[in-house]
């Protein structure tokens, strides 16, 4: 008979932090209590991967008809119907919460919907007023979307926001030139939204390959995005507030702020002025600024768990905090913020903590896509990365694919491979092309296998394809 009330308890019922209550009451035979203020599925499910992808597919329809008819279809132009969209996408998302407390209820693990703080290493306290214990406590609270920390950021949205819109509005400044700002730009603009981006350097998707990056903006400026870098917005307000001479006037001297103005909540046109000293109304910003781990408030310092700058949890390769009986997975953690990465990590701390098998995160050679249009599908290192690290050979192409090019579409495909010079291992793949995310996956099998550059070249194509030029690459461009 245990001391305490539960083996685990769990705080955060997205997709890590349900994998893991589920594998530990299911497979591992524990006793499971999990706590979840919000929906269940977390950000990926509600506010994120799923909602995000169903927006892609109904943005790319949007070039479908014009496609269709230079195939001999006759077929006219449609309209997007948001309200239509966004009530079967309501409907999705109740169903698929539903599946996410149907598999814990399956499993056996109690759910409480309430918020869980912190109260000694073993104690939480919920906001329904219960005092629970366990035995091992483990947080899975996620992130969630950040604004700048500037005048008149409350008048903008975030990600999660746009999922709620009453309507489409008729133009947006996304700000950013993350993963979130580059689909969100793709997926609004597909829709029939006037997309203006803002990126405050010098090309966006930092981080990945330069050569794609360089490919997608190109392609994102072609189908009429006004993407500008090296630009930033300094200052928003709504719209009716900047109309006069006033709006001329330094900020300080306004004092505008989000405390004096509270423009929380506000959902009207919004005045912005650039770096640059343009000033533009748009009818509504995004702020695709990035994310902060959900650590506020839950009693986490005052328990000796240590936090990073950002406020993320530090744990150790088994997600084990400074304090033994606490662990944390996910992008509460901040270390790679994907969802499959915090499922693995949710599989290995059961399998480390519940199944007497120590499990590190193996977080080496993680594929993963950013879905613009066209879509980019990467794994290993860029040839940035690759060449500071050692020598390497560059094997790349670049080619208008067969579907749009019979209709006269410019769109063009990059496929690419970072190979070592000693050992012939093929570092990095890199895939810009419509399904880039389907091919990486397949892709990072092999290289996170380890096969070589002749391991490639001994694979026959399959044709006719675009990813058949991945095996068909015999001569680097360069060296480097
Ligand atoms: P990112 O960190 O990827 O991007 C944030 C962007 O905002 C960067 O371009 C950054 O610029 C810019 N930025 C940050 N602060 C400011 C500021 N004060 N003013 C202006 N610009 C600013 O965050 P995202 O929110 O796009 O995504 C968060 C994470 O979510 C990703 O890292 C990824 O792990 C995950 N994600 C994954 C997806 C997928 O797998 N397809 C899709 C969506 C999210 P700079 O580059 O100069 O720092």
Known sequence: MSAFDYDLFVIGGGSGGVRAARVAAGEAGAKVGLAEESRYGGTCVIRGCVPKKLMVFASEYAHMPDEARAY??????????????????NTELDRLEEVYRGLLRGSGVDMYDARAVLKDPHTVALSTGETITAKHILVATGGRPVRPDLPGADCGIVSDDIFHLPELPKSVLIVGGGYIACEFACILHGLGVEVTQYYRGAQILRGFDEEARGLIAEAMRERGIDLHTGTNIVEARPAAEAEGDEMTAPVEARQFGRAEHGTEGYDGPVWVKATNGDTKVFDRVLFATGRKPNTDGMGLEDLGVELGRN????????????????????????RVNLTPVAIREGMAFVETVFK????????????SAVFTQPELGTVGLSEEAARDQEEVEIYATSFRPMQTAFAQKPDRVLMKLIVSKATRKVLGCHIVAPGAGEMIQLAGVAIKMGATKEDFDRTVAVHPTMSEEIVTMRQPVRTA
């Not at 406020?311 to 901040?334: E, F, L, N």
């Open 72 to 89: 001999g279809w006759d077929i006219a132009d449609g309209s997007f119907d948001w309200t239509t969209f966004s009530g079967h996408l």
């Open 311 to 334: 406020g993320q949890i530090v744990v150790d390769a088994y997600s084990q905090t400074k304090v033994p009986s606490i662990y944390a997975i996910g992008d509460v953690t901040d």
């Open 356 to 367: 007497g098998n120590p499990t590190p995160v193996d977080h080496d050679l993680i594929p």
